[in-house]
């Protein structure tokens, strides 16, 4: 069974910092990762996908990149603001797994003036 | 362009009440998903389906039932309403399965 980790629980940093969020998985055969944003009482907003056969997305300020043979990927942050206070989800897709995607229980960040 | 869009937004319910909530999706996409998502933790899978006519069983689908009898629309039911189905519910849909899923904003449910 596919599980999902992401490590920290909670961040809080000071405005203008680069930051790592991390994620990690345990079955290595996936489709694909997708890097979430979800903001109190709403729901998730797609920030990154990467295919299996991808190193790394970037979008703007956010870069994420995807490491197969040892379970991980990592959302980097550039230069955060206030904006960027909300809770990170990681999510695979395993192939042959149903088209199912396994979230990980996210990363609360919370960036500070 | 509305997206992935789901009603109720809030909802209260007895124990033993039941109810559907509605997830409609306008960009012809073959797969939907239903979702739970408990305080603190990730989401759960309940149902999904890859096409009209198709459902299948998630990791949590007791309590709960789907159909999909057009490509728009994917509604869930939940009879005899439990305690343990209090959650925010949210349904995502996706053209293929390599693509990104797109979410709702989600359906609050309190079961008292």
């Known amino acids: 069974k596919q599980e999902v980790t992401q490590i920290p629980a909670a961040l809080s940093v000071p405005e203008g910092e680069n930051l790592v969020l991390n994620c990690s998985f345990t079955d290595s055969a996936i489709y694909n990762l997708q890097w979430f944003r979800q903001d109190p009482g709403k729901g998730l907003t797609s920030l990154l996908l990467i295919q299996s056969s991808q190193r790394e997305q970037t979008s703007g300020r956010l870069n994420a990149s995807l490491d197969k043979s040892s379970g991980r990927s990592t959302l980097y942050i550039a230069a955060s603001q206030p904006g960027d206070s909300a809770t990170y989800l990681c999510?695979?897709?395993?192939?042959?797994?149903?088209?199912?995607?396994?979230f990980g229980t996210g990363t609360q960040l919370k960036v500070e003036l | 362009n509305a997206g992935v869009t789901q009603t109720p937004k809030f909802r209260i319910l007895k124990i033993g009440q039941s109810m559907t909530l509605q997830c409609t999706q306008d960009m012809n996409h073959n797969y939907m998903y239903w979702y739970r998502q408990d305080p603190g933790m990730g989401l759960k899978l309940i149902y999904y389906s890859v096409g009209a006519g198709i459902t299948d069983k998630g990791e949590v689908p007791n309590g709960y039932n789907v159909s999909r009898s057009t490509t728009e629309d994917f509604p869930l039911r939940l009879e005899l309403a439990a305690p343990s189905q209090t959650s925010v519910y949210f349904c995502a849909s996706t053209e293929r399965v390599q693509d990104e899923q797109y979410f709702g904003p989600g359906t609050r449910l309190t079961v008292t």
């Open positions: 999510a695979v897709i395993l192939t042959g797994g149903g088209n199912k995607l396994t």
